[in-house]
């Protein structure tokens, strides 16, 4: 069983940073890759940013592009999401997933369906 715990969220003024971490336990965890997504209130969930687990490749959402930056240490089976120039629009809960599906293309990973793992989210709010 792979079980993903997120930390980090919390209330930021407009233009502040913020740093998720979301770790990852489980006997036999070996993840393809592990993404970011995100869920604004009466919102579907949205991608943000997704990263392969192996070569560290990363894909983004256009409206974080410049802003958040997503990294993985391998040895501590820790995903970060550093964000930064946050906007009131950030708010959401934030949750962590992980695909075991290996994809030649790491935008693949932008699919909500093709994470079979997710922690229990993060709160981040963002005021103007």
């Known amino acids: 069983q792979v079980q993903l715990v997120e930390s980090g969220g919390g209330l930021v003024q407009a233009g502040g940073s913020l740093r998720l971490s979301c770790v990852a336990s489980?006997?036999?965890?070996?993840?393809?890759?592990m993404g970011w997504f995100r869920q604004a209130p009466e919102k579907e969930r949205e991608f943000v940013a997704a990263?392969?687990?192996?070569?560290?490749?990363?894909y983004y959402v256009d409206s974080v592009k410049g802003r958040f930056i997503i990294s993985i240490d391998n040895a501590k089976n820790t995903v970060y999401l550093q964000m930064s120039s946050l906007k009131p629009e950030d708010t959401a809960v934030y949750y962590c997933?992980?695909?075991?599906?290996?994809?030649?293309?790491?935008?693949?990973?932008?699919?909500?369906?093709?994470?079979?793992?997710w922690g229990q989210g993060t709160q981040v709010t963002v005021s103007s």
């Open positions: 997933a992980a695909s075991a599906i290996y994809y030649s293309s790491t935008t693949a990973y932008s699919v909500r369906g093709r994470y079979a793992y």
């Open positions: 990263i392969r687990w192996s070569s560290s490749d990363t």
């Open positions: 489980g006997r036999t965890f070996r993840p393809q890759a």
